[in-house]
C-alpha cells in the first residue's frame, strides 16, 4: 500500500539512505550525508505538481520504502518512475504492489501517458524487476553517468499506458 510521506518516515528513510554498501551501488546522490532535518525537509516537499514521492507501508502503517513519480510532465504527459525500499522489505512483494499502484495512480489520477526509468545496466536484479512489473526496454547510454570513477551504462525502461 502506498501513502503520502510523513514526517514520521523519516528515520526509516535514513536507514537505507546510510547503508554505504546499497547505495553506492544504484544512486549517483549522496544520501549517506542525510540527516533528519535534511530527510524533514525532503518530506515536507514531496507532494508537487513535478513530484509525488509515496511511502511504501505495510498493514501497521511502518514505512517500507519510497517509490516515487519525478519529472511530471503535462506537456508530454509523461514521468519518471523510481522506487528503493528497506532491506527489510525485499522479498515480500511489497515493491511490486506499490509499483502497480503508482502506476494506476499515473495513469488514471495524473492522466499520463508514458512513465519511464533509467537503471545501471549492471543491475540485473532491477532490470528483471522492472521488466516484470511491465517495463519495457528501449536501450542503452552508453558510459552514461561517471560513478566512482568509473563510467557506467544505463538502461532505460518504459510503459505506455494503453500497452499496461
Not at 1 to 25: G, N, S, T, V, Y
Not at 123 to 137: I, L, W
Request: proline share 1%; hydrophobic share 40%; aromatic share 12%.
Amino acid at each position: 500500500m502506498i501513502r503520502r510521506l510523513e514526517r514520521k518516515d523519516a528515520e526509516f528513510m535514513l536507514e537505507w539512505m546510510h547503508d554505504k554498501q546499497d547505495i553506492r551501488r544504484a544512486f549517483r546522490s549522496p544520501f549517506e550525508k542525510s540527516t533528519v532535518e535534511s530527510v524533514t525537509a525532503f518530506i515536507d516537499n514531496s507532494f508537487t505538481d513535478a513530484n509525488r514521492h509515496f511511502a511504501i507501508v505495510n498493514d501497521a502503517d511502518e514505512y517500507l520504502g519510497t517509490v516515487s513519480l519525478k519529472n511530471i510532465s503535462q506537456e508530454d504527459r509523461s514521468a519518471e518512475y523510481a522506487i528503493v525500499v528497506r532491506k527489510s522489505a525485499r522479498g515480500t512483494g511489497a515493491a511490486k504492489l506499490a509499483t502497480e499502484e503508482v502506476l494506476d495512480y499515473a495513469f488514471h489520477m495524473l492522466g499520463l501517458h508514458r512513465v519511464y526509468l533509467n537503471v545501471l545496466a549492471k543491475n540485473e536484479h532491477a532490470r528483471h524487476f522492472y521488466t516484470k512489473c511491465g517495463f519495457e526496454y528501449e536501450g542503452t547510454s552508453k558510459d552514461a553517468i561517471l560513478l566512482d570513477g568509473r563510467y557506467e551504462s544505463l538502461a532505460w525502461y518504459g510503459l505506455i499506458r494503453d500497452k499496461k
